[in-house]
């Protein structure tokens, strides 16, 4: 009895192993084995264990193209340092921060603001020497690479007050249209629509 069980239990070990090899080979017919047609990638084996890490290899060929790319050495920005990163979301098209992590071979955290960490492409930022206030934007002067932003702009009870002095200025056009609806005998703008309970 203990050999009928074994030999089972081996017969089922034995037909697995079978079948997630033949799972795992690419077939004659389409080029891709039947796990990568029904699961859209391969089953993992033993031997994915000794090839070489996937994430590491495709950093490698990241570094390697951006060398050979415009033959030029990859820029590097160390953590703390200050730079101007690419802001898509207000008028101003740059923003100062500080790095915070490399999350990639070109990829960057950037905190710009209090509670804003921003993750960016090298190419969408750029090194400069300004001194960023670490604690706080509300308190921050204007930068001088970005301009004067609410100086130009008016108070808010300034641009409330124009309309009424518009008003005061031209009394006689208010007084015609006055004159003109009282000809017209109607007073209101649009007719009226009948409404009946419904039935």
């Not at 000794?50 to 990241?62: A, F, G, H, I, S």
């Not at 340092?81 to 207000?90: E, F, I, K, L």
């Not at 490399?102 to 960016?120: A, C, D, F, H, M």
């Not at 015609?176 to 007719?191: I, K, N």
């Amino acid at each position: 009895m203990k050999c009928e069980k074994q030999s089972t239990s081996q017969l089922k070990t034995n037909m697995a192993k079978f079948l997630l090899a033949y799972r795992n080979t690419p077939h004659s017919t389409t080029g891709e084995s039947p796990s990568v047609l029904f699961l859209g990638r391969p089953l993992r084996t033993r031997l994915d264990l000794v090839k070489p890490d996937l994430q590491m290899k495709v950093m490698n060929r990241q570094i390697d193209q951006a060398g050979r790319k415009g033959h030029s050495p990859t820029r590097q920005l160390s953590i703390g340092q200050t730079v101007m990163a690419r802001n898509y979301s207000g008028k101003d098209k740059w923003l100062p921060g500080i790095v915070r992590a490399q999350t990639g071979p070109l990829s960057y955290e950037i905190k710009v603001g209090p509670n804003r960490i921003w993750r960016r492409h090298i190419d969408q930022l750029r090194a400069c020497s300004v001194k960023v206030n670490d604690q706080s934007d509300d308190t921050a002067e204007p930068h001088p690479e970005l301009g004067e932003t609410d100086q130009n702009i008016a108070p808010a009870e300034e641009i409330v007050a124009e309309p009424d002095i518009e008003l005061a200025t031209n009394p006689p056009v208010v007084q015609q249209e006055e004159a003109g609806r009282a000809t017209t005998g109607s007073g209101q703008r649009y007719p009226t629509r009948s409404h009946q309970p419904p039935e």
